[in-house]
T-cell receptor, first 111, second 113 residues
Framework: QQPVQSPQAVILREGEDAVINCSSS?????VHWYRQKHGEAPVFLMI?????EQKGHDKISASFNEKKQQSSLYLTASQLSYSGTYFC????????????FGRGTSLIVHP | DTAVSQTPKYLVTQMGNDKSIKCEQN?????MYWYKQDSKKFLKIMFS???????INETVPNRFSPKSPDKAHLNLHINSLELGDSAVYFC????????????FGNGTRLTVT
């Protein structure tokens, strides 16, 4: 079952914050986050495995709300290098081990 | 040292032809995948393969077939190419299980004319 990402697109100025949400209609087992720059391959950011888990590095962090069946990616004080398309990939309880990706959120950071 | 490498990077061919895309990983992973990314950037799983099990997305036409000569390679063969097959195809690998990160190759842009 494909997760739903919102918003579809975000436009920011450097230094602004953004939140990208990923929701599932089924109970989630784990959530992956990836970033893909134009013309490149998706690059792994982080995996959240447990409800309530939060992770982060630099100024990018994520949370996993098992009860709400959703995860959120937080980008703080955005930099130009954050521009790209962000994908969440989810594994649902009782589903296969293969992550199913959402349709992506396009993030553009302007100077 | 490229972790997951795909060849070719670009592939332009005519309808009806048969083509293959090669993928190799040197990460020692035991699970490999093929994803298709369409023009709207939707990343759709096509196949997943480890040394025990091939999982096929039931929506993938049987013109597509994965071939794995060994753990480090998972090639994609496509018969009777159609216009709708035009897309970017990504190979990926991970350690066994879905709680490991996927490492993607750089993609193969297939254009069918």
């Amino acid at each position: 079952q494909q997760p739903v990402q919102s918003p579809q697109a975000v436009i920011l100025r450097e230094g602004e914050d953004a939140v990208i949400n990923c929701s599932s209609s089924k109970a989630l087992y784990s959530v992956h986050w990836y970033r893909q720059k134009h013309g490149e391959a998706p690059v792994f950011l982080m995996i959240l495995l447990k409800g309530g888990e939060q992770k982060g590095h630099d100024k990018i962090s994520a949370s996993f709300n098992e009860k709400k069946q959703q995860s959120s990616l937080y980008l703080t004080a955005s930099q130009l290098s954050y521009s790209g398309t962000y994908f969440c990939g989810t594994r649902t309880s009782g589903g296969s081990y293969i992550p199913t990706f959402g349709r992506g959120t396009s993030l553009i950071v302007h100077p | 040292d490229t972790a997951v490498s795909q060849t070719p990077k670009y592939l332009v061919t005519q309808m009806g032809n048969d083509k293959s895309i090669k993928c190799e990983q040197n990460l020692g992973h035991d699970t490999m995948y093929w994803y298709k990314q369409d023009s709207k950037k939707f990343l759709k799983i096509m196949f997943s393969y480890n040394n025990k099990e091939l999982i096929i997305n039931e929506t993938v036409p049987n013109r597509f077939s994965p071939k794995s000569p060994d753990k480090a390679h998972l090639n994609l063969h496509i018969n009777s190419l159609e216009l709708g097959d035009s897309a970017v195809y990504f190979c990926a690998s991970s350690s066994q299980g879905g709680n490991s990160p996927l490492h993607f190759g750089n993609g193969t842009r297939l254009t069918v004319t």
